[in-house]
């Protein structure tokens, strides 16, 4: 089973930034937290990782609090390309190899113009 | 993007019909995974490879095997397919260890429809 909790839905207006929580309190030390999406019946695409930093990149920032029980994941400014299915993921990763990801229900992020 | 390609990408097939699923990648990835999409359960993982002629089970294996004799390539078997088999197949790739995210890719998928 998933070891994460995500809204099933959410609304953000286009050009507003949307944060997209989970909450993940049974987390393992060893374990990150990986964010994919799936646009409509395409495969999922990778989006962004953390171990317990905050990281950002060209696509998303990823905010994990102290204790690592949630994140956020944020799209600084959502268009109606960022609608989609965001899936929060807790695997091992590092030096551990390329382990299977365990998809949830995710959260469906519908962007509105 | 790692170049995946799924083949075919559409089948209708009846039922105790026997079905190969084919995954090809251009990456030279040592990992490679089987999940099926049915609507309400998100992907699920059917088996892995973590390289050559090694491959693994995942949560929902049951009714079918899988070969991988090849770096590039990743056979999933339906040996006799069954109506509850109907799904869409995505085949993904990944690299893993020190320099890599760990990420996985994946492909456009495959919607199969067992009558």
């Known amino acids: 089973d998933a070891k994460t909790t995500q809204p099933p839905s959410m609304d953000c207006a286009e050009g507003r930034a949307a944060n997209l929580p989970c909450n993940h309190s049974?987390?393992?030390?060893?374990?990150?937290v990986y964010w994919y999406r799936q646009i409509h019946s395409q495969g999922p695409q990778y989006i962004i990782h953390g171990l317990k930093n905050n990281e950002t990149n060209e696509m998303a920032s990823l905010i994990i609090t102290e204790d690592r029980k949630s994140s956020t994941l944020i799209l600084p400014h959502a268009t109606l390309r960022d609608t989609a299915v965001y899936y929060c993921?807790?695997?091992?990763?590092?030096?551990?190899?390329?382990?299977?990801?365990?998809f949830g229900k995710g959260t469906r992020l519908s962007v509105i113009a | 993007d790692a170049g995946i390609t799924q083949s075919p990408r559409h089948k209708v097939t009846e039922t105790g019909t026997p079905v190969t699923l084919r995954c090809h990648q251009t990456e030279n990835h040592r990992y490679m995974y089987w999940y099926r999409q049915d609507p309400g359960h998100g992907l699920r993982l059917i088996h892995y490879s973590y390289g050559v002629k090694d491959t693994d089970k995942g949560e929902v294996s049951d009714g079918y095997s899988v070969s991988r004799s090849k770096t590039e390539d990743f056979l999933l078997t339906l040996e006799s397919a069954t109506s509850s088999q109907t799904s869409v197949y995505f085949c993904?790739?990944?690299?893993?260890?020190?320099?890599?995210?760990?990420?996985?890719?994946f492909g456009p998928g495959t919607r199969l429809t067992v009558l």
């Open positions: 993921i807790v695997r091992v990763g590092g030096l551990s190899g390329n382990t299977p990801l365990v």
């Open positions: 993904a790739t990944g690299q893993g260890g020190r320099g890599t995210y760990n990420e996985q890719f």
């Open positions: 049974t987390i393992s030390g060893n374990e990150y």
